[in-house]
């Protein structure tokens, strides 16, 4: 059982950046696969990025890449998402999520935190 905490969203201009951590409690923070995901207004929810368990490998949306860097420390139990040269389509609520290495879909979720980017 892992429960995930996000923060750092917040109202931004296009251009501008943000840092997103999200903090997980438990003592096995470093067996599961730490994703990040956001769903926009009327939109369905989609993946964002993801690292593996020792933070050597990393995936994103396309959308995402040069702009957004995932990345974990797990003697802290945290994963954070930096985010630079935001876009208004970034707007979304953001989700943190954890997994175990071997399933597809997402076991636990933070209740996410608001990014919103102003044109």
């Known amino acids: 059982q892992v429960q995930l905490v996000e923060s750092g969203g917040g109202l931004v201009q296009a251009g501008g950046s943000l840092r997103l951590s999200c903090a997980a409690s438990?003592?096995?923070?470093?067996?599961?696969?730490m994703g990040w995901f956001r769903q926009a207004p009327g939109k369905e929810r989609e993946f964002v990025a993801d690292i593996n368990r020792s933070g050597t490998t990393t995936n994103y949306i396309d959308s995402v890449k040069g702009r957004f860097t995932i990345s974990r420390d797990n003697a802290k139990s945290t994963v954070n998402l930096q985010m630079n040269s935001l876009k208004p389509e970034d707007t979304a609520v953001y989700y943190c999520?954890?997994?175990?290495?071997?399933?597809?879909?997402?076991?636990?979720w933070g209740q996410g935190t608001q990014v919103t980017v102003s044109s």
């Open positions: 438990g003592r096995t923070f470093s067996s599961y696969v």
């Open positions: 999520a954890a997994k175990v290495f071997y399933t597809i879909e997402y076991n636990y």
